[in-house]
């Protein structure tokens, strides 16, 4: 079992960046896949950004592509998401989730375990 601690959100100006971090507690970090996804209200959950349990694989969503990188650093049981460029539309609760397994990255349903999310909201 791993638990997700999510940290970082916050209210920036478009064209700002931030960091979101998530913490897992656990002594197996290292052998689990990562994703963040993020929640707009009215909308539904939707895959922003994905790493494979040793981070030679990252995927992302078009939205986001080339503006947010993701990064582990399994010594710190931590995952990042460098979130540059931000947008309004990028507004949203985001969430960091963990699975040993993950086929289908971009799924919500792949991943077991969820953080809390945190929020971030940039203005225009």
């Known amino acids: 079992q791993v638990q997700l601690v999510e940290s970082g959100g916050g209210l920036v100006q478009a064209g700002g960046s931030l960091r979101l971090s998530c913490a897992a507690s656990?002594?197996?970090?290292?052998?689990?896949?990562m994703g963040w996804f993020r929640q707009a209200p009215g909308k539904e959950r939707e895959f922003v950004a994905y790493?494979?349990?040793?981070?030679?694989?990252?995927y992302y969503a078009d939205s986001v592509k080339d503006r947010f990188t993701i990064s582990r650093d399994n010594a710190k049981n931590t995952v990042y998401l460098q979130m540059n460029s931000l947008k309004p539309e990028d507004t949203a609760v985001y969430y960091c989730?963990?699975?040993?397994?993950?086929?289908?990255?971009?799924?919500?349903?792949?991943?077991?375990?969820w953080g809390q999310g945190t929020q971030v909201t940039v203005s225009s």
């Open positions: 656990g002594r197996t970090f290292s052998s689990y896949a």
């Open positions: 989730a963990a699975d040993q397994r993950v086929p289908y990255y971009w799924e919500p349903d792949e991943y077991d375990y």
């Open positions: 790493i494979s349990w040793g981070g030679g694989n990252t």
